[in-house]
């Protein structure tokens, strides 16, 4: 059961616009969401995070949003770039207070490819 | 500050061999947590240590156990190594473990022949 899950395996996008990375997720008690971006033989690297108590956070080209209604969210990058060709994963976390252990759990990636 | 190192950094092995691997966390550190990354399945988690102690597990089988150190750094061990085992292992490591980000290691890239 894929709690996560990232629909697209691959988006490319001309340098300069916008891309725009779709994550959706089945458990309502996640409460925390991070993007990842991996090139390949490396490990994954941390982009942005958001707090299921907020709908949007930026960072530079980076926004993510968080609609919890539909259980959705997605990373925009503006302007791409080149370098941005990569894997993105985006994960969630659900902290078991009651338990005292939490779990991240990651979508399949989407391969986004920026053309120049 | 050092990142997370993993070694090795390649592995072959053959069918039935078994294998340990090995994770260093950022220095003060408590959490460290194991991924296994094969194509097309992103990365499933293994399990996560805190403290010396096995928080969390993953549904893996028993061939895939771990543990961590008192200097906080951990390994992996997979028993009568399976074709369907070579994948790139990455180690994560956190603060906390709770609703942190995690900083990953480069992985051990697992070939069983």
């Known amino acids: 059961d894929q709690q996560v899950k990232q629909n697209s395996p691959s988006l490319s996008v001309q340098e300069g616009r916008i891309s725009i990375l779709n994550c959706d997720y089945t458990?309502?008690?996640?409460?925390?969401f991070l993007w990842y971006k991996k090139y390949p033989a490396e490990g994954p690297t941390f982009l942005i995070s958001?707090?299921?108590?907020?709908d949007k956070n930026e960072d530079g080209r980076f926004t993510v949003f968080l609609n919890k209604s539909a259980k959705h969210l997605s990373l925009h990058i503006v302007p791409s770039q080149p370098g941005d060709s990569a894997v993105y994963f985006c994960?969630?976390?659900?902290?078991?207070?009651?338990?005292?252990?939490?779990?991240?759990?990651f979508g399949t990636g989407t391969r986004l490819k920026v053309l120049a | 500050k050092a990142g997370v190192t993993q070694t090795p950094r390649y592995l072959i092995k053959t069918r039935g061999q078994q294998v340990t691997l090995s994770c260093s966390p950022i220095?003060?550190?408590?959490?460290v947590s194991w991924y296994q990354q094969t194509p097309g399945q992103g990365l499933q988690f293994l399990f996560e240590y805190f403290s010396e102690t096995q928080r969390n597990k993953g549904n893996f089988p028993g061939r895939f156990s771990g543990r961590q150190f008192s200097n906080s750094r951990s390994e992996m061990n997979v028993s009568t190594l399976e074709l369907g085992d070579s994948a790139l292992y990455l180690c994560?490591?956190?603060?906390?473990?709770?609703?942190?980000?995690?900083?990953f290691g480069s992985g051990t890239q697992l070939s069983v022949l």
């Open positions: 220095s003060g550190h408590r959490s």
């Open positions: 458990n309502s008690m996640f409460d925390y």
């Open positions: 994960a969630a976390s659900v902290d078991r207070t009651t338990s005292g252990t939490y779990k991240y759990i």
């Open positions: 958001i707090s299921s108590i907020k």
């Open positions: 994560a490591s956190s603060l906390r473990g709770r609703n942190e980000k995690l900083f």
